[in-house]
């Protein structure tokens, strides 16, 4: 009896449950350069993404961007994640190097800098991933990987992911 009430349990869970795996990557191939400056972007044919930057400053502007329409009806979490392979990266760790998410919501607010912060220094590949819990529902996103202003170095991203989930109850 107690295994079929704990197959039951498991098949309700997993019927039930909505994870990260089996929702669709909301992200496209058509990205974009995030403004012009003394960076780099490169798009490798095998889907890398590589960003380099030298200088310090404002003008260091190495990234890319894509903008998500969600329009969602009531507020969903949106889970991101990617790899990160670091080569000489330098500079405090914070939202310069980092997916960097600008969310606008239905009702026309705002939410900017929502996302998760890469750690600087030298890295082989290593999975980075974080969930933004909106307290509204969410018009669309302006989805970013940056390496700017006070980061220099080389970052190298693949398996970038931005996806709807549901939320845990």
Request: aromatic share 8%; hydrophobic share 40%.
């Amino acid at each position: 009896m107690k295994k079929i009430i704990i197959a039951m349990l498991t098949v309700c869970c997993i019927a039930t449950a909505f994870s990260a795996e089996e929702a669709k990557n909301l992200l496209s191939k058509k990205w974009r350069a995030y403004k012009s400056g003394v960076g780099k972007v490169i798009i490798q044919k095998d889907g890398i993404i590589v960003c380099e930057s030298a200088k310090i400053g404002k003008k260091n502007a190495s990234g890319i961007v894509q903008t998500i329409i969600l329009n969602q009806e009531i507020a969903k979490p949106i889970f991101i994640s990617a790899e990160c392979k670091a080569e000489d990266v330098k500079g405090k760790a914070s939202m310069n190097f980092s997916i960097y998410m600008d969310v606008k919501h239905t009702d026309g607010s705002s939410s900017w800098g929502k996302g998760l912060v890469f750690t600087t220094g030298t890295y082989d590949w290593k999975k980075f991933s974080a969930t933004y819990v909106p307290k509204k529902p969410i018009k669309s996103i302006s989805f970013l990987l940056l390496l700017r202003r006070t980061i220099t170095g080389k970052a190298s991203f693949k398996n970038v992911v931005c996806k709807e989930v549901e939320a845990k109850k």
